[in-house]
C-alpha cells in the first residue's frame, strides 16, 4: 500500500495553547510496530488534561488522540501478523516493557515504563500514525469498525475496567459525570439488570434526559441526594469533592470507583463517610486483557455510541465543546 510522505496532522506545542494544523512527514514503522491510515480518531477528556497542562509530562511537539480506529497500511521489519487494510482500535496503553514486576504480575497497566498514545507516543490526531502491533486490537465486528466505534477505546474500556471493580452483587449504582464512558457503561450496566443513577453538573438538563433515555432510573446534580442509597459509585468528572458527596450516598460496604487519570484535589472529610468498610479506588489505565474480554462483552451486550463528527482541521472547536460540555455521548475526529 503506497503511502504519501507527508500528511495532515493536529499539533499540541505549549499548555494553554490552541493545536496547530501542520503538514509533517508521515511515520515510519520500526521493528514491531504497524503504520496506520486513520479512519477516526476520538477526543478523550484526557486529551484537555493534556492540553491544559494538568498531565504534564507530554512529549513534545505531540499529536494527541488515543481513541483510534485505522487501517493497517504497513509494517515494520520482520513483521506481517496484521494483514494490509485490518481494521484495528488503538487504545491509551501504547507499549509496556514486560519485565517490570507489574508486568511480570499481570498488571502491565501499573507498568514502571509504560507509554502512552497520544501523550509519550504521537496519537490519532492525524492521517497517519504508528503503534506497536502488539497494542492494536483487530476489529473484525463490523459493528465497531466504524469512526462512531472510536470511544469504545478509551472510554469504554475505562469504563468497563471501571465497572468490573465494582462487587457484582451491586445493584444500585451511581455514575458522576454522565459523558462518553458513562454513556456506553450504561448499556451494559442495565443489560445486566443494574439500576443506574446519574449525576450530572448543577443545572445540565440536558446530560440528565441524556442519562434517562438510555434507562437510568433516576438523574439529577451532584449535588443532589439520590432517592437510594446507593452500593457503589463510578466517578468519570475530574472534581475532587464528588469523592466525599459520592462517599456520602453509598450504603455500608459500599465502593467509590475512580475512573479519571487525573482529578482536583480531594477535600478534607470525615471518617465516618469511610466508615463501614465503604473504600475508595482509583482505575490506573487498562490491560490488553480489558480490552479483549470488552470486546468479547459487545458480542452478546450490542453498545451503540453517540457522537459528534468533526473534521480533523476541526479539533480545537471540537475540544472547546467538550470543556464546556456542550456534547452528548462523545467528540470524534475524522480524516474526511
Known amino acids: ?15 494553554g495553547q490552541p493545536l496547530t ?5 508521515v511515520p515510519k514503522p520500526a521493528d514491531g510496530q504497524v503504520l496506520l491510515k486513520i479512519l477516526a480518531c476520538g477526543i478523550c477528556r484526557t486529551d484537555l488534561h493534556i492540553i491544559d497542562g494538568e498531565l504534564d509530562q507530554p512529549k513534545l511537539p505531540l499529536i494527541p488522540g488515543h ?6 497500511a504497513g509494517f515494520g521489519n520482520g513483521l506481517n501478523a496484521l494483514p494490509l487494510k485490518t481494521i484495528v482500535g488503538v487504545p491509551w496503553l501504547g507499549y509496556t516493557c514486560g519485565h517490570c514486576r507489574y508486568c511480570k504480575q499481570g498488571k502491565e497497566n501499573l507498568c514502571d515504563h509504560a507509554l502512552f498514545t497520544g501523550y509519550t507516543i504521537d496519537g490519532g490526531f492525524a492521517e497517519y500514525a504508528i503503534a506497536d502491533a502488539r497494542y492494536c486490537f483487530p476489529l473484525a465486528n463490523k459493528n465497531y469498525n466504524a469512526p462512531s466505534s472510536a470511544p469504545l477505546l478509551c472510554a469504554g474500556l475505562i469504563g468497563y475496567r471501571s465497572y468490573r471493580m465494582i462487587d457484582p452483587t451491586a445493584i444500585n449504582i451511581g455514575i458522576y459525570g454522565f459523558g462518553a464512558a458513562a454513556h456506553i457503561i450504561i448499556q451494559i450496566a442495565r443489560a445486566q439488570g443494574k439500576r443506574i443513577f446519574a449525576f450530572t453538573r448543577t443545572g445540565d438538563e440536558a446530560a440528565q434526559q441524556f442519562a434517562r433515555q438510555l434507562g437510568a432510573v433516576w438523574a439529577g446534580n451532584s449535588t443532589e441526594t439520590s432517592p437510594e442509597l446507593l452500593d457503589a459509585a463510578m466517578i468519570f468528572a475530574p472534581a475532587g469533592e464528588l ?3 459520592a462517599l456520602g450516598q453509598v450504603a455500608k460496604a459500599g465502593q467509590v470507583i475512580c475512573g479519571g487519570i487525573h482529578m482536583s484535589e480531594i477535600p478534607a472529610f470525615s471518617y465516618d463517610l469511610i466508615w463501614g468498610e465503604r473504600t475508595i479506588k482509583s482505575v490506573a489505565n487498562l490491560t490488553r486483557q480489558d480490552g479483549l474480554d470488552f470486546f468479547e462483552a459487545l458480542k452478546a451486550i450490542p453498545v451503540h455510541t453517540q457522537t459528534t463528527l468533526f473534521r480533523l482541521s476541526q479539533a480545537n472547536e471540537a475540544i472547546e465543546q467538550l470543556r ?3 456534547i452528548n455521548g462523545a467528540a470524534v475526529l475524522t480524516m474526511d
Open 243 to 245: 469523592i466525599p458527596m
Open 67 to 72: 481513541e483510534i480506529i485505522a487501517e493497517v
Open 21 to 25: 494544523l501542520q503538514r509533517v512527514p
Open 1 to 15: 500500500m503506497e503511502t504519501p510522505g507527508f500528511m495532515q496532522a493536529m499539533v499540541f506545542e505549549k499548555a
Open 324 to 326: 464546556k460540555g456542550q
